[in-house]
């Protein structure tokens, strides 16, 4: 079943992103590291780009994702126009206190000291934009939390004399063009769970992690792989680890929400969905095979 969630306050939100864009100097485009392109709203990188601002893109949750990966994405993003990007974590201080430094370097005109350099934070929900505000602040100003869509308005902070800093709530966009993308922002918990299923989300990330990480998923789980899609592996973790309901059989919900926090956490260790290679893979399978032309003969 394709995922798509569009509450009513993200219109409103991106209405309200659309006008503040127009006073902004750099934007900070929060994305999960672990699955940079598929965390990436389409619709701020068009805003962005009509008021060509320039873009500092932070793969955020940097420490649970696979290094080989966030090194491709790096060098894929840094070769871009208007783009720099960096992978960190918004938990560590010593991360965060690069930003502004970041922010300065998109924006010379800026270090006159005549205007102060303003720059607004972007991304999708649960990517970690309030947790980067909060640290940047050295308060706590916005409101963080483990579901997505916590932050539901827009405020603008002065981070010291010659900085101010908008925070926007987490947006996705009205229709998700790849099902694949939908299950991986739904794994990484970006989707509100009234619009999943987690036995069928699960299920897709079970059977990424069979063809990327068998090792860390047979080692975390202590279970034989050979021949199983994904929901056997769902079956399998269940049965591993005594997820049973009332009579004896098997709670599929609960197994399911095993394998989802333990890779929201990091307990399979270091995991990213997507690389450039796997996406540009994907695209192209989804893309309709050519027609030959009929003979009209």
Known sequence: MPIQWFPGHMNSARKKAAETLAYVDVVIEVVDARLPEASANPMIRELRQFRQRPCLRILNKSDLADPDATRQWLDYYNRQDGVRAVALSCKKPSDVARVPGLCKSLAPHRNDGVKPL???????????????????????????????????????????SQMTLTDTPGMLWPKIEFDSDGYMLAASHAVGTNAVVEEEVAAFL????????????????????????????????????????????????????????????????????????????????????????????
């Open 206 to 297: 079970a059977e990424l992690l069979r063809d990327r990480y068998p090792a860390q998923l047979a080692a975390r789980y202590k279970i034989d792989l050979a021949d199983m899609d994904g929901p056997a592996i769902v079956e399998a973790i269940g049965k591993r680890r005594g997820c049973l309901v009332k009579g004896g059989g098997l709670d599929l919900e609960k197994a399911a929400l095993i394998l989802l926090n333990d890779y929201r956490s990091g307990a399979l260790g270091l995991i990213s969905l997507e690389t450039p290679e796997t996406r540009e893979k994907m695209i192209a399978a989804t893309k309709p095979v050519p027609q030959a032309p009929e003979d009209k003969d």
């Open 118 to 160: 303003r720059m607004i934070i972007m991304g999708i929900p649960n990517v970690g934009k309030s947790t980067l505000m909060n640290a940047l602040l050295k308060r706590r100003a916005a409101a963080v939390g483990d579901e997505p869509a916590v932050t539901k308005s827009q405020a603008t902070y002065d981070l010291g």
